[in-house]
């Protein structure tokens, strides 16, 4: 085992990772490469360079082998996993027709033709009629075949990132079901492309023949060809291992693999995951996402700005921190901790419902973000902590969910991501749910669950169950404050919970009265 490693590359909004680890979860090397995370020749659009995505692959791979001693003899296997939701256009030979359009990007397509009419009376009896609608004006499918037309004619294949990384990787059109997180005609009961009779391909203008086949996590999808060997400096032959998105990689590297374990994300999009066997829809009829382990489900709740708005904060309000630190030789981070906790659990009543985007049901499309209760003793710091605490309210909303729609009691709590690096944030998340939360034992919690598909899939750990167990364990653990937690569950349940109900008809007057959000 001490001279058999696994290469991850994790292609996320930021950077682009390569990680190196061994069959025991550890990290052993590490390369990032960062990127622009967009660009926008129009408003609300966010594009990038499909191809750079790629340079950036190749150029940190090449950074990796020169940053460690490790030989390139000794990878096992490699796999991709990368942010979800981003779409490129290929021609024929593979090479991109268009900027990739980004999960950020908020174009929006005009009013398409009507579903047939058996479709429409099932909708309205089921009173989605509203979220078909919006799953057809968000897909960039629809925007790309009616704005630009002589792009969508020369598509030969419509793929997500992965599939377009592993095209390069491999030369094959493949990518793994665990990918499958867009305005796509997929099946997210069967995990395979929809049938032909399926609403979804009337809804969306593509075919089927413009989509790459699909493999489970865990399936060995192709080989490093001698051009892609060339270029990132993989050995020639290597096997490609389908891994899954980031976020379900998170959610398995994390080690939450069982449906009690629930995996808060505190990232771009803050999520809560638990994964299961059994099909779970947290939300009526809004199906979960394909796990990272092969025929498991991702019960997730998501915060689509989550830990966007402490980084907003943190550009808005965060300059003398951001100074303070670069002076004292401190990480900006820890120089916030201190500012989280300078305010007492609860904020001194400053409370925030954190939705700073729309939703599609719960919340509604109407939904916007609010922080209500300021009073003359509020500062800076006031409104970071309790950002901190509205997201973790959030996504303890989102818990209660899942449990109610599962029938399964979550008792274990593993928080990755980038804000699961602050202690603050870590304790108020332990007092506010009154559970422990355990930090994952590793930050690279993604690239160590496509690790964990490549020993399985290789056999180089005997299943899922297997390597998860073998390459995740738990780091920091922290507890319930007893003190704090009776505050937060009074806070919690007497106005967060009414907060959405109480403003809604606010919002949706707002929306009425400025345009934004748009209405359907």
Same mark, same amino acid.
């Given at each position: 085992?001490?001279?058999?490693?696994?290469?991850?590359?994790?292609?996320?909004?930021?950077?682009?990772?390569?990680?190196?680890?061994?069959?025991?979860?550890?990290l052993?090397?590490?390369?990032?490469?960062?990127?622009?995370?967009?660009?926008?020749e129009?408003?609300?659009?966010a594009?990038?360079?499909? *191809?750079?995505?790629?340079?950036?692959?190749?150029?940190?791979?090449?950074?990796?082998?020169?940053?460690? *001693? &490790?030989?390139?003899?000794a990878?096992? $296997?490699?796999?991709?996993?990368?942010?979800r939701?981003?779409?490129?256009?290929? *021609?024929?030979?593979?090479?991109?027709?268009?900027?990739?359009?980004?999960?950020?990007?908020?174009?929006?397509? $005009?009013?398409?033709?009507?579903?047939?009419?058996?479709?429409r009376?099932a909708?309205k009896?089921?009173?989605?009629?509203?979220?078909?609608?919006?799953?057809?004006?968000?897909?960039?499918?629809?925007?790309?075949?009616?704005?630009?037309?002589?792009?969508?004619?020369?598509?030969?294949?419509y793929?997500?990132?992965?599939?377009?990384?592993?095209?390069?990787?491999?030369?094959?059109?493949?990518?793994?079901?665990?990918?499958?997180?867009?305005?796509?005609?997929? *099946?997210?009961?069967?995990?395979?492309?929809?049938?032909?009779?399926d609403?979804?391909?009337?809804?969306?203008?593509?075919?089927?023949?413009?989509?790459?086949?699909?493999?489970?996590?865990?399936?060995?999808?192709?080989?490093?060809?001698?051009?892609? !060997?060339?270029?990132?400096?993989?050995?020639?032959?290597? %096997?490609?291992?389908?891994?899954?998105?980031?976020? !379900?990689c998170?959610?398995?590297?994390?080690?939450?693999?069982?449906?009690? &374990?629930a995996?808060?994300s505190?990232?771009?999009?803050?999520?809560?995951?638990?994964?299961?066997?059994?099909?779970?829809?947290?939300?009526?009829?809004?199906?979960?996402?394909?796990? !990272?382990?092969?025929?498991?489900?991702?019960?997730?709740v998501?915060?689509?700005?989550?830990?966007?708005?402490?980084?907003?904060?943190?550009?808005?309000?965060?300059?003398l921190?951001?100074?303070?630190?670069?002076e004292q030789g401190?990480?900006?981070?820890?120089?916030?901790?201190?500012?989280?906790?300078?305010v007492? %659990?609860?904020?001194?009543?400053?409370?925030?419902?954190?939705?700073?985007? %729309?939703?599609?049901?719960?919340?509604?499309?109407?939904?916007?973000?609010?922080? /209500?209760g300021?009073?003359?003793?509020?500062?800076?710091?006031?409104?970071?902590?309790?950002i901190?605490? $509205?997201?973790?309210?959030?996504?303890?909303?989102?818990?209660?969910?899942?449990?109610?729609?599962?029938?399964?009691?979550?008792?274990?709590l593993?928080?990755?991501?980038?804000g699961?690096?602050?202690?603050?944030a870590?304790?108020?998340?332990?007092?506010?749910?009154?559970l422990?939360?355990?930090?994952?034992?590793?930050?690279?919690?993604?690239?160590l669950?496509?690790?964990?598909?490549?020993?399985?899939?290789?056999?180089?750990?005997?299943?899922?169950?297997?390597?998860?167990?073998?390459?995740t364990?738990?780091?920091?653990v922290f507890?319930? &404050?007893?003190?704090?937690?009776?505050?937060?569950?009074?806070?919690?349940?007497?106005?967060y919970?009414?907060?959405?109900?109480?403003l809604?008809?606010?919002?949706?007057? /707002?929306?009425?009265?400025?345009?934004?959000?748009?209405?359907?």
């Amino acid at each position: 085992m001490a001279d058999q490693y696994l290469l991850s590359i994790d292609n996320g909004t930021q950077s682009v990772r390569a990680l190196l680890f061994d069959l025991n979860g550890n990290l052993a090397a590490k390369s990032q490469i960062h990127l622009q995370a967009y660009f926008s020749e129009h408003p609300g659009w966010a594009e990038h360079d499909a *191809d750079g995505y790629w340079d950036a692959v190749k150029a940190a791979c090449q950074q990796l082998w020169r940053s460690t *001693d &490790i030989p390139r003899s000794a990878i096992k $296997g490699v796999a991709v996993t990368t942010q979800r939701g981003t779409v490129i256009n290929l *021609d024929r030979d593979g090479n991109p027709l268009r900027p990739a359009i980004t999960w950020l990007d908020q174009r929006r397509v $005009g009013k398409q033709r009507p579903l047939s009419w058996w479709w429409r009376a099932a909708f309205k009896a089921a009173r989605v009629e509203g979220t078909i609608e919006y799953f057809r004006r968000e897909a960039e499918i629809n925007w790309i075949a009616e704005q630009q037309p002589d792009i969508w004619a020369k598509t030969y294949k419509y793929v997500l990132l992965s599939g377009f990384l592993n095209y390069r990787l491999c030369g094959l059109h493949v990518d793994s079901t665990g990918s499958q997180v867009a305005y796509l005609p997929f *099946d997210y009961k069967r995990h395979q492309w929809a049938g032909r009779r399926d609403w979804k391909w009337q809804a969306l203008q593509v075919r089927p023949d413009m989509l790459p086949e699909l493999a489970e996590p865990g399936t060995v999808i192709g080989a490093i060809t001698a051009s892609a !060997a060339a270029a990132t400096g993989i050995p020639e032959g290597t %096997p490609l291992v389908a891994a899954a998105a980031d976020k !379900a990689c998170e959610v398995i590297g994390a080690g939450s693999l069982e449906p009690h &374990i629930a995996c808060l994300s505190y990232g771009t999009t803050a999520t809560i995951n638990t994964t299961s066997k059994k099909y779970v829809e947290v939300t009526p009829f809004i199906p979960p996402y394909p796990a !990272a382990v092969p025929g498991a489900y991702s019960t997730e709740v998501q915060i689509f700005r989550g830990y966007w708005m402490v980084n907003w904060f943190k550009e808005q309000f965060g300059h003398l921190e951001k100074m303070a630190g670069a002076e004292q030789g401190m990480a900006p981070e820890a120089m916030f901790d201190q500012l989280v906790n300078e305010v007492p %659990p609860g904020s001194m009543g400053l409370m925030l419902q954190p939705y700073w985007s %729309p939703g599609i049901r719960i919340p509604g499309p109407e939904a916007k973000g609010a922080m /209500i209760g300021f009073g003359d003793v509020h500062t800076r710091a006031h409104m970071y902590r309790s950002i901190l605490e $509205g997201l973790a309210y959030a996504l303890r909303e989102g818990k209660e969910r899942i449990e109610k729609r599962s029938g399964v009691a979550v008792t274990q709590l593993r928080i990755a991501g980038g804000g699961s690096q602050s202690d603050a944030a870590m304790q108020l998340t332990a007092d506010i749910f009154g559970l422990p939360a355990a930090r994952a034992h590793v930050y690279e919690t993604s690239g160590l669950g496509a690790a964990i598909a490549i020993a399985a899939g290789l056999g180089l750990h005997k299943d899922f169950d297997t390597a998860t167990r073998a390459m995740t364990r738990p780091g920091r653990v922290f507890y319930p &404050i007893p003190a704090n937690q009776k505050i937060y569950d009074q806070l919690y349940r007497c106005v967060y919970l009414n907060m959405y109900k109480q403003l809604q008809p606010l919002y949706q007057q /707002i929306a009425d009265i400025t345009g934004y959000p748009e209405r359907l």
